[in-house]
T-cell receptor, first 109, second 116 residues
Framework: SQELEQSPQSLIVQEGKNLTINCTSS?????LYWYKQKYGEGLIFLMM?????EEKSHEKITAKLDEKKQQSSLHITASQPSHAGIYLC?????????FGGGTRLMVKP | GAVVSQHPSRVICKSGTSVKIECRSL??????MFWYRQFPKQSLMLMAT?????????EQGVEKDKFLINHASLTLSTLTVTSAHPEDSSFYIC????????????FGPGTRLTVL
């Protein structure tokens, strides 16, 4: 099975600071997805990366996929309280989407 | 964008009863839907893959007879938790895939099940 590891597991940052969340796969990823979740609620789709070296940005969030397609990072610039939540990376292998353990982000005002 | 709904959003039931959760794709047809379960402070765990018109594919360790899945149409999949027990209390989330493998999955808002 495809293993996805996320780091860190939890993160507390001061508002305005930058932060990075990492997602590492034991196998080559054929599609890497980033989602945001407030616990107990559904997932919000953030971005999808498919090509090695691909980088996408949306507002203050940037996601990258390395050339080997085994590692992805999610970078938030100038964090705000609205960024708080659980960030999940999901990797696709064929029909299945498996998730990392999640990173719980808290932003202190 | 693609919208997926779940009903009910919350349900409380007595031990031994059965509970049905619906997952609908509102503005697109989903040949494949997925059911996930989430425990507190944990990530999502895939329970089963539901394909329209065929039997669901269950992940290892998931009891087929306990978690009945029916994907009767291209916009509706149901998960029935049969003879529910307190340990079945959890947050259940479904997702629907727009088209072929590799397409983005869109998630429902989830259903919180509490079994007393």
């Amino acid at each position: 099975s495809q293993e996805l590891e996320q780091s860190p597991q939890s993160l507390i940052v001061q508002e305005g600071k930058n932060l990075t969340i990492n997602c590492t796969s034991s196998k080559t990823l054929y599609g890497l997805y980033w989602y945001k979740q407030k616990y107990g609620e559904g997932l919000i789709f953030l971005m999808m990366l498919q090509k090695g070296g691909e980088e996408k940005s949306h507002e203050k969030i940037t996601a990258k996929l390395d050339e080997k397609k085994q590692q992805s990072s999610l970078h938030i610039t100038a964090s705000q309280p609205s960024h708080a939540g659980i960030y999940l990376c999901g990797g696709r292998a064929g029909n299945m989407l498996t998730f990392g353990g999640g990173t719980r982000l808290m932003v202190k005002p | 964008g693609a919208v997926v709904s779940q009903h009910p959003s919350r349900v409380i039931c007595k031990s031994g009863t059965s509970v049905k959760i619906e997952c609908r794709s509102l503005d697109f047809q989903a040949t494949t839907m997925f059911w996930y379960r989430q425990f507190p402070k944990q990530s999502l765990m895939l329970m089963a893959t539901s394909n329209e018109g065929s039997k669901a594919t269950y992940e290892q360790g998931v009891e087929k007879d306990k978690f009945l899945i029916n994907h009767a149409s291209l916009t509706l999949s149901t998960l029935t938790v049969t003879s529910a027990h307190p340990e079945d209390s959890s947050f259940y989330i479904c997702s629907a895939r727009l088209g072929l493998a590799g397409d983005t999955q869109y998630f429902g808002p989830g259903t919180r099940l509490t079994v007393l």
